[in-house]
């Protein structure tokens, strides 16, 4: 009945929907529409699917030659937890010198920020990111909870400590968020080429 993804409402991102989003991406945002540009959470998906069609491809390309090939569904997997986590959700009150000013964040562009951080990072696909705790008021402890996907040859705790390094800085330079703890999960991992190919004998 509807083409939306599961768990996924058009209203979610401003009446558009994930695959309409890629559509647009597909077509370099042109001929330009004004309900997609003008709304933060679509601009928060098309930046995050825009970052993981560049990783994607490339773990994909990588991995065509090992066996077993990566299995796609693990990008669809992200995609659909890219435009669940773009709605704009709770605020995230910014203090101001200004008692008559009011500034927050919401909790979307937070987990946009989150989900940047981490691919920047390299190593490692954030998949899903969750706040857990009361963002709401100012100095609640939060403790984020990171799903990821492993990548290449490199050592995944290392790629992780470098995951949470930058994910805290970022949280750091941008939020006044309390950060008590980053969770990390790794749910897939998608070796080099040379871990499936090499040492086969």
Do not use: K
């Not at 077509?27 to 928060?44: L, T, V």
């Amino acid at each position: 009945m509807s083409d939306t993804l599961p768990g996924i409402e058009p209203d979610d991102l401003d009446g558009h929907t994930i695959e309409e989003l890629s559509d647009y991406l597909d077509a370099g945002r042109s001929p330009a529409d004004a309900s997609i540009d003008a709304s933060p959470g679509c601009q928060i998906a098309l930046a995050a699917l825009a970052r993981l069609r560049s990783l994607s491809g490339a773990v994909l390309d990588a991995g065509a030659s090992s066996e077993p090939a990566p299995d796609e569904s693990w990008i669809s997997g992200i995609v659909q937890n890219i435009g669940r986590e773009a709605r704009a959700g709770r605020s995230i009150p910014l203090s101001h010198p200004s008692p008559a000013a009011s500034l927050a964040l919401t909790e979307g562009s937070v987990r946009g920020l989150i989900r940047a951080a981490g691919e920047e990072a390299g190593g490692l696909v954030v998949g899903r990111c969750t706040l857990e705790g009361d963002v709401t008021t100012p100095g609640a402890p939060v403790a984020i909870q990171v799903e990821v996907s492993a990548y290449g040859d490199e050592s995944i705790a290392s790629a992780a400590t470098r995951l949470r390094t930058a994910i805290l800085g970022a949280l750091q330079r941008h939020t006044e968020l309390v950060v008590t703890a980053i969770d990390i999960t790794v749910q897939d991992i998608h070796p080099a080429p040379s871990a499936g190919s090499e040492g086969a004998s």
